[in-house]
């Protein structure tokens, strides 16, 4: 289905090129968020992510723990995230920090392209894109992992 020629720009004759530069911008933007917590080295994990997503990530993934309780179903529990596809990809290679961040910048860039389906107005696009991704509860949710990847 081709668009009307308002509504047509270079952007749509390559759209891989587009989601390209949206999730670029996105990374870049929330790496500058967050570096002054990267560039200590230290984790973005706090208070309750410390007891338990911390700790989850990097587990052994099995069906079932002996650790908790008389035994404990970890693939039915969908606060460890154990099955979870980009939780799976991110400690392939240890990467907590890229995991969460992953969150924010998903989250923005598919925000994007949701406005930017609608309206094809990319300034309209970026601004929901940011103010998605920086709302209040992004942010508060920061020790929630599962809950910002839900969102």
Do not use: C
Not at 67 to 76: E, I, N, R
Not at 90 to 115: C, P
Not at 132 to 141: D, E, K, L
């Amino acid at each position: 289905m081709a668009l009307p020629q308002q509504y047509s720009n270079g952007l749509d004759r390559h759209p891989f090129r587009h989601a390209l530069a949206v999730t670029l911008f996105f990374s870049a933007f929330y790496v500058l968020l967050f570096s002054p917590l990267l560039a200590t080295g230290r984790p973005l994990a706090l208070h309750e992510t410390l007891l338990f997503f911390w700790p989850a990530f990097f587990a052994k993934r099995t069906a079932w723990t002996e650790l908790l309780f008389a035994g404990f179903p970890l693939m039915g529990d969908p606060q460890t995230m154990m099955w979870y596809p980009l939780s799976l990809f991110f400690a392939l290679f240890r990467a907590w920090n890229a995991f969460v961040l992953s969150a924010y910048v998903l989250a923005a860039s598919f925000t994007y392209g949701y406005v930017y389906t609608l309206t094809r107005q990319r300034f309209a696009s970026l601004i929901s894109g940011i103010t998605y991704g920086m709302s209040g509860y992004f942010i508060v949710r920061l020790v929630h992992t599962n809950m910002i990847h839900a969102a």
